[in-house]
């Protein structure tokens, strides 16, 4: 803890004269990063850097800023490429009912930007999950065979 600044003293001069007896103690020696440049030194400086710099450090996506209404739109363009992965039926049905469920409780009462969002159809949803599992569980095309050649191509030079 700091001693109190004495009176009569500039605030500027007492930070200085602390700064230098820390110096001379041997405080600052052997810090991480010492003799390391600033990150983004020399580069001009963005708008809300902080912001971008703690999304990237704590390994968020930037939707996660993101107004409800505008989170939930992106949802459900996910939706089909999300359901594509799920292993059953019950499943998708399963993840779709609870983005409606959300996307309802929203409607119910709204907050933030005024987006137009519907709830996904769960059928056409469901009814393109099966179509792209039959197109992946179907055998593959034999290939076609080479004919064999003739017996008697093989005299011929």
Do not use: C
Not at 89 to 107: K, M, P, S, T, W
Request: net charge neutral; no cysteine.
């Amino acid at each position: 803890m700091t001693e109190r600044k004495p009176p009569g003293t500039t605030f500027e001069s007492w930070v200085d004269r602390q700064i230098r007896t820390a110096q001379e103690r041997g405080d600052f020696d052997d810090l991480p990063g010492a003799g390391k440049p600033l990150p983004g030194a020399g580069q001009p400086v963005e708008e809300q850097w902080w912001v971008k710099d703690y999304l990237r450090r704590e390994g968020l996506s930037g939707e996660a800023l993101l107004p409800t209404p505008l989170r939930l739109r992106k949802e459900v363009e996910r939706l089909a490429e999300t359901a594509h992965e799920l292993p059953s039926e019950q499943a998708v049905r399963e993840v779709a009912g609870d983005l409606n469920r959300r996307i309802v409780e929203h409607l119910r009462a709204p907050t933030g930007p005024q987006v137009a969002i519907a709830p996904a159809d769960v059928d056409a949803l469901l009814a393109s999950w099966r179509a792209a599992r039959s197109r992946a569980s179907a055998p593959p095309e034999p290939a076609p065979e080479e004919p064999k050649p003739r017996w008697w191509r093989r005299f011929r030079r």
